[in-house]
């Protein structure tokens, strides 16, 4: 579905990122870790085509660095969850739900809706009166409306409490079950273990380690990297 080889990203002239490779096979899903500033977030806004790379990024088989942004979400039907939800304050939930979709698209808003079912009665309501997993799961909404193929995740659990976080992956568990392909970020290296299929590791710019999530020594190397930096990581799950 997604590789990416020898990725280099610049945010004008500063580079954030400088060799970063990985490979996503359809229906699974890979998980993004590494510190504060690694380019994890850079490196799904090059996969969006967001801003100035060089390397190569093949979707669905197909060169796409050269593809504008939204043709190339459009032809490969790539859905983004982004770093902080990306919602718009000023709009209800219904509205952020929809905003952009296609009239005919209207359809799958049930769909969706059948997934976040707390999320009926909230419909009219301005989406800052909801709480910030319910928010969470208006940005999942919205994306599921979309009908991806490739779904993108920039740190879905950020900020909320663990019985939310269980509560988002318990809903992203859903989806990859039904087949769904996924980039997910996610700093917290045990529970991206206990989701991906495979984990790779940022550090600076760099793809520096990708292990396969039952890999258990690989993820505990994995996980000594990362907590010789600068990170805090919980323990493996028993
Ligand atoms: N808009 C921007 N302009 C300039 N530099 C940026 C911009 N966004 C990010 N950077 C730089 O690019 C590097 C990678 O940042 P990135 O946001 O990809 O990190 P991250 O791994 O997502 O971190 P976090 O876990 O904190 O979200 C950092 O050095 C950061 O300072
Ligand atoms: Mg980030």
Redesign the pocket.
Known sequence: MLEVEHLSAW??R?Q??FDVSFSLQTGRCMA?V????????????SVLGLIRTAGSIRIEGEASERLATPKRVRRHRIAVVH?GRGLLKQLSVFENIVVGLPKSAYGRLDEALDLFPALKSRLSEPVTLLSGGQQQMVALARAVAERPKLLLL??PSLGLAPGIVDEIYGHLGKLRAAGLTMLL?E?NIARARDFADELCL?QT?RSAFTVPATDTEAVTGLMKLAFNQDQPVRPPLA
Not at 34 to 45: E, P, Q, S
């Open positions: 945010y004008g500063t954030a990122l993004l590494g510190t504060n500033g690694a380019g994890k977030t850079t490196t799904v806004r770093e920039d740190e970020v700093q940022v710019g």
